[in-house]
């Protein structure tokens, strides 16, 4: 149970200490960390929406890498539910303005519970195999 205890306090003490945080700012973040084209900011949402990932590379003027494309499908299913909701088809470059620091994304909260539980389980189930009696006798 010692050990137990140790491995959350541990776990608990990177998160705090941010070693998670990385993680959080990975995926979503794709139009902070770069800048958008301007053909892409001038578009209406609804324009976006309908954008493949081959037509948003060609208009990005490069081929998107494995983050890039989820954060472009992230980013459009973002926008469908905007358009849904509100029912404005405004510019892009406003609905990212307005969106910037407004989601707190939990990623390294999610990963780092997930973490606890997994070495939680090892422990145990390490703990209860060390403590069965299979009825081998090795001594002789």
């Given amino acids: 149970m010692k050990a137990i205890l140790k491995i959350i306090a541990i776990t608990g003490g990177l998160m705090i200490a941010g070693i998670f945080h990385p993680l959080q700012a990975s995926l979503v973040n794709y139009p902070s ?41 992230m980013m459009k299913k973002d926008m469908k539910k905007e358009l849904r909701k509100t029912g404005q088809d405004r510019m892009v470059k406003d609905y990212l303005a307005d969106k910037t620091g407004e989601k707190k994304n939990n990623t390294a909260l999610i990963i780092g519970i997930i973490v606890v539980v997994v070495i939680i389980v090892i422990v145990i189930v390490a703990e209860s195999v060390r403590n069965m009696d299979f009825g081998i006798n090795w001594g002789g």
Avoid: C, T, Y
């Fill in 33 to 73: 960390d770069r800048v958008l084209p301007k053909d892409i900011l001038e578009m209406k949402l609804s324009e976006f929406v309908k954008l493949s990932q081959n037509d948003f590379s060609i208009i990005a003027g490069k081929k998107l890498n494995f983050k890039e494309r989820i954060s472009f499908m």
